[in-house]
């Protein structure tokens, strides 16, 4: 079974700060990953997905994925109080069964104005 | 722009009944699935589907029935609902790009068992 593993937090963080957060995934043969928010009482939203190593930045938003540490990230800048949600990390196989999704439990984000 | 559609939204259920929630897509994705999520926990996947006519169990399949006779339909069946299976239900769609993949979801169906 493999695992994706976030701190639950509550992270908490002031407006206009950076918040981080952290994923970890337990096997090498993830193909896609991705960032989803899910505000409470509504389902997930994507907001950001990376295949290969690196950073890919889209606006305030930057995703970091380090294959060889099994590590994937989300940065946002200059967070709003808007941002404040749950982030849930995904992680991507393609077998012969299927096209399967692991999800994080997620972490709580809190930007208090 | 509808994506993936969920009903009913809402339901509460007595022990032991039965009911169907209905999921479609107008994107024509191939792969489907069946999440529920339990308050303060993780998407857990109970059933998913290749593609008309093929299904298969996820993580926590026992309780639900599943069927897909068409590309853009795929209800869930819950037979003598327990508390248990009280939760919110996630429906959701993918498909595979030249990039890689994303899934999409729908809003959500929630269902108390009392």
């Known amino acids: 079974q493999k695992e994706v593993e976030q701190n639950s937090g509550p992270l908490s963080v002031p407006e206009g700060a950076i918040a981080s957060l952290n994923c970890t995934y337990s096997?090498?043969?993830?193909?896609?990953f991705f960032w989803y928010r899910q505000y409470s009482g509504k389902s997930p939203e994507l907001i950001m997905s990376?295949?290969?190593?690196g950073d890919k930045e889209d606006g305030r938003f930057t995703a970091q994925l380090n294959k060889a540490s099994q590590y994937v990230s989300l940065l946002i800048r200059d967070s709003q109080p808007s941002d404040s949600a749950t982030y849930l990390c995904?992680?991507?196989?393609?077998?012969?069964?299927?096209?399967?999704?692991?999800f994080g439990t997620g972490t709580s984000l809190t930007v208090i104005p | 722009n509808a994506g993936v559609t969920q009903t009913p939204k809402f339901r509460i259920l007595k022990i032991g009944q039965s009911m169907t929630l209905q999921c479609t897509q107008d994107?024509?994705?191939?792969?489907m699935y069946w999440y529920r999520q339990d308050p303060g926990m993780g998407l857990k996947l109970i059933y998913y589907?290749?593609?008309?006519?093929?299904?298969d169990k996820g993580e926590v399949p026992n309780g639900y029935n599943v069927s897909r006779s068409t590309t853009e339909d795929f209800p869930l069946r819950l037979e003598l609902a327990a508390p248990s299976q009280t939760s919110v239900y996630f429906c959701?769609?993918?498909?595979?790009?030249?990039?890689?993949?994303?899934?999409?979801f729908g809003e959500g169906s929630w269902l108390t068992v009392v």
């Open positions: 959701a769609s993918s498909y595979k790009g030249s990039s890689g993949n994303t899934i999409y």
């Open positions: 096997d090498r043969v993830s193909q896609s």
């Open positions: 990376i295949y290969s190593n």
């Open positions: 995904a992680v991507n196989e393609i077998k012969n069964t299927g096209n399967q999704f692991y």
């Open positions: 994107m024509n994705h191939n792969y």
């Open positions: 589907s290749v593609g008309a006519g093929i299904t």
